[in-house]
């Protein structure tokens, strides 16, 4: 007789509680000139991206995480 693994699934309000943190309730709003939304405009055109706001917090929390990496506090 072979044994039934038993299997462990996820606990659903451990996978609720993940789903809540990461809903975006902030918001943020960015102004830009006009030179600015031209080089936006070409940049997605370019590389055929169609969600802007997707690639624009991509850009912006990788510099800032980015920055904290490099500026971490140190011991000594």
């Known amino acids: 007789m072979k044994k039934k693994k038993e ?3 996820v606990d659903p309000a451990f ?3 993940q789903k809540d943190s990461l809903i975006r309730r902030n918001r943020k ?4 000139n006009d030179k600015e939304i ?3 405009d070409e ?3 370019r590389f055929r991206i169609k969600a ?3 690639m624009l917090r991509e850009m912006i929390m990788e510099q800032i995480l ?3 990496d ?3 506090p140190t011991l000594f």
Do not use: M, P
Request: glycine content about 8%; aromatic content about 12%.
């Open 7 to 9: 299997i462990i699934g």
């Open 15 to 17: 996978l609720d509680k």
């Open 29 to 32: 709003v960015i102004y830009f």
């Open 38 to 40: 031209a080089a936006i």
């Open 43 to 45: 940049y997605c055109r």
């Open 52 to 54: 802007r706001t997707t």
């Open 66 to 68: 980015s920055g904290l």
């Open 70 to 72: 490099e500026n971490h």
